[in-house]
């Protein structure tokens, strides 16, 4: 399975000719970034320049996301959603995908994204900016999604049920812990 430092710009000209987001040009460079680290995966910031005659659209910044092995039924529910759910939702609230590809016998997978951050304050806002008319629009778009999608038959299919049988929920990627 690809590693950051096996990333060359040809790799990733076949990666996105493969899967339909580079039609004409090339990669002609790509700078890895500092890999940090999640609870489930190891991302790393990938920076790439594209030959003059690519087309508009494609991310100059993306993250290549590497599962961990212990969380690799994360990433094939991941990679369900970016597939299929999505594509049943008008505008969602996902970044773009550019790349999937998994091996189930070693439990590893990866994906390239695209990268939010550029257009995303690293900061979080201050308190004081927050309103409460503000507090209720967030909470009403996160219930519309998981309302929308909360007894649907996709999300109990063999890649979104842990060992215990049950659903792959967000209620079970939380903690007790403080």
């Given at each position: ?10 790799w990733l000209t076949d990666r ?38 690519v087309e508009e659209g494609l991310h ?119």
């Open positions: 399975m690809i590693r950051a430092e096996q990333i060359t710009p040809s996105f000719r493969k899967n339909g987001h580079l039609a004409q040009g090339f990669v002609e460079n790509v700078q890895i970034g500092k890999e940090f680290e999640s609870t489930a995966a190891f991302l790393t910031p990938l920076k790439i320049t594209y030959s003059g005659d100059r910044n993306i993250i290549l996301k590497r599962y961990r092995e212990d969380w690799f039924g994360g990433g094939l529910a991941e990679s369900i959603f970016y597939n299929d759910i999505a594509t049943r939702i008008s505008s969602p609230p996902t970044v773009r995908r550019y790349d999937f590809d998994f091996e189930r016998s070693t439990r590893q997978c990866y994906f390239l994204l695209e990268d939010a951050s550029p257009t995303h304050d690293l900061e979080p806002p201050q308190e004081d900016t927050f309103t409460i008319d503000l507090f209720k629009q967030v909470i009403d778009s996160i219930l519309k999604f998981h309302i929308g999608w909360w007894d649907a038959e996709e999300l109990k299919g063999e890649d979104f049920l842990r060992a215990t049988g049950e659903p792959l929920c967000m209620i079970h990627a939380s903690t007790t812990d403080v």
